[in-house]
C-alpha cells in the first residue's frame, strides 16, 4: 500500500503556466482520508512552499532546499547545515562569475547581496522572503543551502566551476539559472529516507515523480517512480 508520495514541483506537479492542477484540492482530500501522505519536493524554501500552499499545508509534507529542510505539520524532520565558512568561500567564488549572483538560503529566509533587476526578477519567482545586505559574509544565520543564480546559464556556465567543491557539497543543476549547493549527500533522496525514518514508511511504499537532474535520488528511493514525459519538437 502506498503511504507517501512526493512530487517535484517545476515540470512535473505544476502546469506549464506555473499553476496547480485545478483537481489537486479533491486529490490530497482523497489522499488524507486514506492516510496517504502527499508531499512537494523543491528547490524552493520552505516558507514559499508553505505559502504556495497555504491552503492546504496542514495536510502536506513539505522538502524543500532540494532536501536540506522537511518539514511535517509545522515539525522539522530534518534540517541539513552548511558551514558558514564554506559558504563564504562560495560567495567569494561567486563574486567573481559575471552575471552570477549569490542566494544564501536559512531557516529564516533567503539573503542576497545584489539589487540587479534581472536577478531580483528570477528571485522573486520562488523566494517570498529575502533581504539584501551588503556583505553575505557577515551574516550569522542557520544556513541550509547555497544558491547561484546564473543569467548566463547555469549548466553550462557557473556550474564547472564549482566542480572542485564537490568533494565538500552536494551541487546539482536545479534549472536554466540555478546551481544548488547542500551540505554533502544532502539532496531530495536522502530526504525521502529521513522521512521514511522519521515515519516508519517502506521503500515499497513509497512513490515518487520528477523531472530534473536534482530529481535523480528522490527516484532511486522509492519503489515506484516516475519521470516526466518531455515533448519532442519536430
Not at 196 to 223: C, P, R, W
Request: glycine content about 4%.
Amino acid at each position: 500500500m502506498i503511504k507517501l508520495i512526493a512530487t517535484d514541483m517545476d515540470g512535473t506537479f505544476l502546469r506549464n503556466d506555473h499553476t496547480m492542477p485545478p483537481e489537486f484540492p479533491e486529490l490530497l482530500h482523497t489522499l488524507t482520508e486514506n492516510n496517504i501522505i502527499f508531499s512537494v519536493a523543491s528547490g524552493r524554501p520552505y516558507l514559499t512552499l508553505r505559502e504556495n500552499f497555504k491552503a492546504f499545508h496542514e495536510d502536506m509534507l513539505f522538502i524543500s532546499d532540494n532536501g536540506a529542510h522537511v518539514v511535517y505539520k509545522g515539525e522539522e524532520i530534518a534540517v541539513h547545515l552548511l558551514d558558514n565558512t564554506l559558504v563564504n568561500e562560495l560567495i567569494l567564488e561567486t563574486r567573481k562569475i559575471k552575471n552570477s549572483y549569490s542566494v544564501v538560503c536559512t531557516t529564516n529566509g533567503a539573503f542576497v547581496e545584489s539589487n540587479n533587476r534581472a536577478f531580483l526578477n528570477e528571485l522573486k519567482k520562488y523566494y517570498v522572503k529575502y533581504t539584501v545586505v551588503d556583505d553575505l559574509t557577515q551574516i550569522n544565520e542557520r544556513i541550509i543551502k547555497f544558491t547561484v543564480c546564473d543569467l548566463d546559464g547555469a549548466e553550462h556556465n557557473s556550474f564547472p566551476i564549482f566542480e572542485p567543491f564537490m568533494k565538500r557539497l552536494q551541487i546539482c543543476v536545479a534549472g536554466y539559472v540555478w546551481v544548488d549547493m547542500m551540505p554533502n549527500n544532502v539532496n531530495k533522496g536522502m530526504a525521502i529516507c529521513d522521512i521514511q525514518k522519521h515515519l516508519n514508511i517502506s521503500f515499497d511504499e513509497t512513490m515518487v515523480f520528477g523531472d530534473y537532474l536534482n530529481d535523480v535520488e528522490m527516484m532511486e528511493n522509492a519503489y515506484y517512480s516516475y519521470a516526466m514525459l518531455m515533448p519532442i519538437l519536430i
